[in-house]
Antibody, heavy 122, light 107 residues
Framework: QVQLVQSGADLKKPGASLKVSCEASGYTFNSYSIHWLRQAPGQRPEWMGWINASTRKTKYSQKFQGRVSIIRDTSASTFSMELRSLGSEDTAVYYC???????????????WGQGTLVTVSS | DIQMTQSPTSLSASVGDRVTITCRASQSISNFVNWYQQRPGRAPKLLIHTASTLHSGVPPRFSGSGSGTDFTLTITSLLRDDSATYFCQQSDSLPYTFGQGTKLEIK
């Protein structure tokens, strides 16, 4: 059974950076991707970017280009997403989600983490 | 970016009913549409991918169809447990985008 477990809720001040981690387990194959999405209160999910779990190749939404980084930590199954220069509009639940298609193309998100609420407020 | 527009934005139905949710893409996206169910305070769950393929473990009461720009999610024999918000998502091109959601209430 695939499981994605994310780090806990966080409170950030405007201008700060956030980092959310996601530990993956239960995969029986080497090739998959991890995507990061966020969902503001009452809104639809918004895709932020993805990373190939093996090659560490990344691709980001232009909306977040230059402000977001997705990495695979030294532990091969832990992934992190960092978002910099936070504003109040970044208040959202952040999710990691897996995709058994390692290319990151034509992706669907078959398993999701439990979500991490990040609140940006002074 | 490809815009995804769902209708209706909300609907109310009874246990045992059949409901259909529609999703329209702003340009042709072949069959690259996926559907998710989200209950309050929970992460979305994949129901259907590539327009009509049921995800593992999802009951066959859920079905999807469509291609090009118009897609539908149909739920038959509604259960109280189906009360949730349903989202479509296009996977034709980056950035992946979602519809605004359809909130389904079970009377």
């Amino acid at each position: 059974q695939v499981q994605l477990v994310q780090s806990g809720a966080d409170l950030k001040k405007p201008g700060a950076s956030l980092k959310v981690s996601c530990e993956a387990s239960g995969y029986t194959f080497n090739s998959y991707s991890i995507h990061w999405l966020r969902q503001a209160p009452g809104q639809r999910p918004e895709w932020m970017g993805w990373i190939n779990a093996s090659t560490r190749k990344t691709k980001y939404s232009q909306k977040f280009q230059g402000r977001v980084s997705i990495i695979r930590d030294t532990s091969a199954s832990t992934f992190s997403m960092e978002l910099r220069s936070l504003g109040s509009e970044d208040t959202a639940v952040y999710y990691c989600a897996s995709d058994s298609n390692a290319s990151g193309q034509y992706s669907w998100f078959d398993f999701w983490g439990q979500g991490t609420l990040v609140t940006v407020s002074s | 970016d490809i815009q995804m527009t769902q209708s209706p934005t909300s609907l109310s139905a009874s246990v045992g009913d059949r409901v259909t949710i529609t999703c329209r893409a702003s340009q042709s996206i072949s069959n690259f549409v996926n559907w998710y169910q989200q209950r309050p305070g929970r992460a979305p769950k994949l129901l259907i991918h590539t327009a009509s393929t049921l995800h593992s473990g999802v009951p066959p009461r859920f079905s999807g169809s469509g291609s090009g720009t118009d897609f539908t999610l149909t739920i038959t024999s509604l259960l109280r447990d189906d009360s949730a918000t349903y989202f479509c998502q296009q996977s034709d091109s980056l950035p992946y985008t979602f519809g605004q959601g359809t909130k389904l209430e079970i009377k």
